[in-house]
């Protein structure tokens, strides 16, 4: 921890401070982006100077900037050999992040990855850039460990070698060209082997995971994902379904879908399959989408009672719907976390979850909500009768949801975490 010089962070000279960059692929968008700002805006607060470098920058806020990325060479030689080997994710062909030059990162104390998946983020320089200064990487999903896909299911290759992926050819591998997995995970594997790295995991699920991979001679953290209960926050649910023009006796279920009816992560086969199988009346349906081009998903819909799928950014616009919804669906296939039960909880609405990743560490079965095998439909809808049939749990369910929130996912304890960590790593000898 030094003294700030650099009037470019936005910090008086003499303070003292830790001086951080934030990297990842999106500011606010997706659930990377929302832990990396609430935490890059919550260090602020607290006086640390944290630079936000992103690809796509949607905030209008001056702490936040947009990368000056060299132009894409993929239609160069190199890049189409490249594009031969099924190599395409790790943009070897990209002069980021060493483009910025060394003079750039050394402003900082310590440097903060996220998801640089998709940010012509060439992984290569990644040693370079830790031996520059302290390198903290969050794993937001498994792809730091893998070949190449964000979750493997089933498959355990990534442990041993990658290659004969299952995933090749199918959503979101569909654009390469050749199964690059063992490739892939071996050029991570002799990149992180030269690098010096502080990984953090945003659940024990995805910690245990780095430690069996090839991040495993690093020395694995984990601070949990956090939910801001000021902002998510229990209102009258009558006054929530009126606003939004929700009929006031309806039994309200609010899920969260992906851009594309071809991810199958999220389980939107699952919803489907299970409302028909719902046996009481009066169901309504709040759908999340994480993209403003939700019309696919809107036109999927269209035959029940909804809303429309939609993007919300606005915090307060999306309280509301988290108070106006009786229960939360997050029939996910996988995940490391899950902010959209985080933020249900911290507004009193319990969820049914699959019971996978770092989901079984915020779900208290029977307590805060029920567990169902992933892809299982059938207890789905079971237990969503079964809760909608008895209003007293329903009420417990609420206060019980909203109490997690507050003493185990709290962002005051998220930030302090950091806090501690950070300063700890910016006095000890690098």
Known sequence: MVRCTHSALGIKAGDELV??????NSDTKGGAARVAYMLGRGLRDRGHAVEYLVKAKHADEDWIVAADLPQPTGQTLQGRFIHRLGLNGLALNSHF???????????????????VMGFSFNLTHLAWLSHLRPTVWTLHTMWPLTGGCLYSYDCDRWKHACGTCPQFGKFPLLWLHRDGSRGIRAIKNWTYGRSRLYPVGVSEWISQVAREGILGHFDVNTILNPVDTDLFHPIDKAIAKQKLGIPSEAKTLMFSLAANLLDKRKGVE???????????QGYFLIPLSISSQSGEM?????????LAPRHI???????????????????????????VTLEAFAAGTPAIASRVGGVREIVTEGETGWFISPGDATALAQRTDAFFANAER??????QARQRAETVFSLPQFLDR?????????????
């Open 270 to 280: 699952v919803i489907l399959k299970a409302l028909p199988q719902l046996q009481q």
């Open 313 to 339: 950014t606005d915090p307060a616009e999306l309280n509301l719907r988290y108070n106006a919804a009786d229960l939360l669906w997050h029939p996910s296939l996988a995940d490391t976390s899950s902010l």
């Open 19 to 24: 001086r951080i960059l934030q990297v990842n």
């Open 418 to 430: 950091y806090e501690r960590w950070f300063t700890d790593l910016t006095t000890r000898p690098h």
């Open 298 to 306: 809107a036109r999927v819909f269209a035959q029940f009672p909804s």
């Open 394 to 399: 329903q009420a417990i369910m609420s206060r």
């Open 97 to 115: 992040p060493r483009s910025l030059g060394q003079s750039y990162f050394e402003q900082f104390d310590l440097i903060h990855l996220h998801d």
